[in-house]
């Protein structure tokens, strides 16, 4: 069905429409053999606070934005390739039910749907997408994953030392290799991820360590986040909304 829509009128139709609704400010779309597969809002979790975001599935690529007009108007375009895409299941959690994480070496975040529905349709449909994407191109897998941010709201205290609590004065900062909300002082060394930026990023302590001695356990276990609600990893970064800088 794909290879059909492909060089469709109506899907060049679609796809335009969806480059307009970005305006001069988003990436051209339309490109040979992409095809629109579906769309619809989501709440991504969010550094600060979950966050509804316009999604647009195609066939090699998964595009999000900011919703500023519903089906009219979106900004802060975010492109991500399947190619590198892991999704993984979310348990249940309160309100935060039908969730999913979208996990790639760049950035990785869970996102929920508002119907279990509506779940099983949207993880069908990118696992068919990136498993068609591997095959045609005789590649593996991604096996390293960017680190999911802790939400704010998950740490009143720095989870590295456990003693420091943060303040309006005292701000919150991410590590970029297990993605726990550390003080500054345990947040004071930064690495070369080449996955995730061209520079080095601020990492905590413990990471520093297990980073320049050539081991790479991702998270100490001197706290208990991994039997918490999202099992380990399963919470959400925000680098495009809120305060993105740490």
Known sequence: MVDRLANSEANSKRI?????CFGAAGQPLA???????????????????????QFFLFNDILVYGNIVIQK???????????????????????DLRNGWLIKTPT????????????KCEWMNHIGKCVRDLLQKSGKSPTGEHAAVWVPDSEAPICMRCEKVKFTPVIRRHHCR??????????????????????????VCEYCYSQLTSGSHAP????????????????????????????
């Not at 335009?16 to 307009?20: D, H, K, P, Q």
């Open 16 to 20: 335009g429409m969806v480059e307009s």
């Open 72 to 94: 009219k108007k979106y900004n802060k375009q975010h492109i991500i390739p399947l190619e590198s895409v892991t999704i993984d299941t979310v348990p249940d959690e309160g």
């Open 177 to 202: 290799k297990c993605g726990y909300v550390v003080c500054g002082p345990c947040s004071e060394k930064k690495y070369l991820i080449p996955s995730q930026s061209s520079k080095p990023v601020r």
């Open 31 to 53: 490109i040979p053999g992409r095809v629109l597969i579906g769309e619809g809002v989501l709440t991504k979790l969010c550094r600060k606070k979950p966050k509804a975001r």
């Open 107 to 118: 950035k990785s975040f869970a996102v929920y749907a508002a119907t279990g529905t509506e």
């Open 219 to 246: 998270r100490s276990d001197s706290n208990n986040w991994g039997e918490s609600r999202y099992n380990n990893n399963h919470l959400s970064d925000d680098e495009d909304e809120d305060d993105s800088s740490d």
